[in-house]
C-alpha cells in the first residue's frame, strides 16, 4: 500500500501561518484529485480544500480567502499554504489522494498518516 506522508504541522499563535506538504511515499503511477481534510476533537473530520491535476480548487467556506492549497506535479506533492491561522483550524490536518498504484485498477483514495495543527497563544 502507498502512504501519504505529510509534514509542515505545528504550533502557531493565531493569525500565523503555517505551510504543509504531502507527498507518497514509494513509487507511484500517477495521482489525480488531492486534498486537505482535518479532524479536531470530538469534531467529524472535515474537507479543507481539494486540487485536480489540472488545479481547479474546492475549499470549505471555513478557511476561503485564508488557505491555499497547490501541488506541484513534477514532484507529486500537494501544499495547503494555512494564513491568518485562527485558533478554530486546531486540528490534524490528513492529506489524501486518488492513487492510482496498478495498471489493472483504478485510482484509489490513499490518506496520510496526518499532522498537527495547532493554533494558540
Known amino acids: 500500500q502507498v502512504q501519504l506522508l505529510e509534514s509542515g504541522g505545528g504550533l502557531v499563535q493565531p493569525g500565523g501561518s503555517l505551510r504543509l506538504s504531502c507527498a507518497p511515499s514509494g513509487s507511484i503511477l500517477s495521482i489525480d484529485t488531492m486534498g486537505w481534510y482535518r479532524q479536531a476533537p470530538g469534531k467529524q473530520r472535515e474537507l479543507v480544500a481539494t486540487?485536480?491535476?489540472?488545479?481547479?480548487?474546492n475549499y470549505a467556506d471555513s478557511v476561503k480567502g485564508r488557505f491555499t492549497i497547490s501541488r506541484d506535479n513534477a514532484k507529486n506533492t500537494v501544499y495547503l499554504q494555512m494564513n491568518s491561522l485562527k485558533p478554530e483550524d486546531t486540528a490534524v490536518y490528513y492529506c489524501?489522494?486518488?492513487?492510482?498504484?496498478?495498471?489493472?485498477?483504478?485510482?484509489?483514495?490513499?490518506w496520510g498518516q496526518g499532522t498537527q495543527v495547532t493554533v494558540s497563544s
Open positions: 486540487i485536480t491535476r489540472g488545479s481547479s480548487t
Open positions: 489524501y489522494g486518488a492513487v492510482r498504484t496498478s495498471p489493472f485498477r483504478g485510482a484509489r483514495d490513499s
